[in-house]
């Protein structure tokens, strides 16, 4: 395999451990900064430029991509995969992984369980918001903080409300978290690499200090994870898009409680607590998969006209509850079940003889005709746009403001 590495920094631990671990067993290997890329939108496809000069052909990229150049990067990354090079890490993973509100967002979708979290702007919502995630002492968070610098805890509502007034003041949003007292102090790390967890970590923070990062004098030991801590990790990982990643876990009173998912997770502190080769085992999954880059198959199926991707939620009531596949009529209407959703597990391919169930959310390619007949009224094409009415703008008897401050 023909290796590169993105990377600001040739010798950080991380960088220097994925370079040797690829030597080591024979592949290609070089490290480029992130920075001296070029990408190249004129020609017939899309390319790559790299210190002023056409790139080679890779096989793989390994991103290592910091918050400081995530639009950078993640571009680079971006024109990596239209380049059908393989990366283990997509550009929108990157993004959905780096700013903790997205990330929580999109996983609150997918049952996996977090510190309860809120966001609001307006000093009158803030003591609704705090008393909502369970009252003080509560977390307060920048969107973008690493190392635990922008994670505060306030003890008081009066406090979190003066802070969050502050960071307000000076245009920076701040989430609102549960203060997960069980897990004061310690949090564990598992590190996924494609379907499995490689190694994990717990970290204890020092003294009285809450943040257990390794940079807030954090010290860490090696952990064995329960099962279900590994399977929330995993499916993190891939909800968000990544399949390297670093998993941080409370560890609450019934189980996981996802905090954040890292596309570029540091191996210093994971190696030397578990003494594992997990550069080495990013590598072979990287070599692994190199053969199949993954495609953004939204993106690819939609250039057919009057074909596309589109969910199915099987509603209460639907005809199709009870119904096999092959009974629903999908077929006949030239739509295919890509995967199946019920609760947290997915189908990949379910057979025609996998009988539905009210609330299965059916991933489905096929004519757009068919599925929008079985999609629910709220995402149905909008009607018509009218013509301007003769007078666009009126008032409503017995409405005095329309925009209520
Ligand atoms: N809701 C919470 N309850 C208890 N401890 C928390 C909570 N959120 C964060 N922490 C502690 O603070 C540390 C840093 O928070 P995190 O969200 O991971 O920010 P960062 O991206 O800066 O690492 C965590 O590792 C954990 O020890
Ligand atoms: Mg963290």
Redesign the pocket.
């Known amino acids: 395999m023909k290796l590169a590495i993105l990377s600001r920094s040739l010798r950080a631990y991380s960088t220097q451990r994925l370079r040797t671990a690829a030597i080591d067993r024979g592949h290609q290997v070089k490290v480029l900064d992130t920075l001296r890329f070029g990408i190249d939108l004129t020609g017939d496809e899309p390319d790559l430029h790299f210190r002023g000069r056409p790139l080679s052909v890779y096989d793989a990229v390994i991103p290592r991509v910091g918050a400081s150049v995530t639009y950078f990067g993640t571009a680079v990354v971006r024109q990596f995969e239209q380049m059908d090079v393989y990366t283990p890490n997509t550009a929108n993973g990157i993004m959905n992984s780096r700013d903790?509100l997205r990330a929580s967002q999109i996983l609150s979708r997918h049952n996996i369980a977090m510190?309860a979290t809120a966001l609001v702007r307006n000093r009158d919502e803030v003591r609704g918001a705090i008393e909502l995630v369970g009252g003080a002492p509560v977390?307060l968070?920048l969107l973008e903080?690493?190392?635990?610098?922008?994670?505060i805890l306030a003890p008081t509502t009066k406090v979190a409300e003066a802070i969050i007034e502050t960071l307000h003041g000076a245009n920076q949003q701040v989430l609102i978290?549960?203060?997960?007292q069980e897990?004061?102090?310690?949090?564990v790390r598992a590190l996924v690499v494609g379907d499995r967890v490689v190694a994990s970590m717990r970290?204890r923070?020092q003294g009285e200090e809450?943040?257990?990062?390794v940079h807030r004098g954090g010290t860490v030991e090696k952990v064995d994870l329960d099962p279900a801590y590994e399977e929330v990790a995993v499916r993190s990982a891939h909800i968000m898009g990544l399949r390297v990643a670093g998993v941080?876990m409370?560890e609450g009173e019934h189980g996981p409680l996802v905090?954040?998912v890292n596309s570029s997770p540091g191996l210093r502190g994971i190696e030397a607590a578990t003494k594992l080769d997990v550069a080495g085992a990013i590598v072979d999954y990287v070599a692994d998969q190199s053969g199949f880059p993954d495609i953004d198959v939204r993106q690819r199926l939609a250039v057919s006209t009057g074909y596309g991707v589109a969910e199915i939620a099987v509603l209460a009531g639907s005809e199709l509850v009870g119904r096999t596949i092959a009974e629903s009529g999908l077929l006949e209407m030239d739509v295919q079940v890509l995967t199946l959703h019920r609760g947290t597990r997915v189908t990949p391919n379910p057979g025609p003889g996998k009988v539905l169930e009210e609330g299965d959310r059916l991933l489905c390619f096929g004519r757009h005709e068919g599925m929008r007949s079985l999609i629910p009224a709220r995402s149905r094409r909008p009607k018509r746009v009218r013509r301007l009415p003769k007078q666009p703008i009126h008032d409503v008897p017995g409405q005095a403001e329309a925009l209520v401050r």
């Open positions: 903790k510190p977390v968070k903080g690493t190392q635990g610098i922008g994670v978290q549960r203060f997960v897990s004061r102090g310690r949090d970290r923070a809450f943040r257990s990062n941080d409370l905090m954040e």
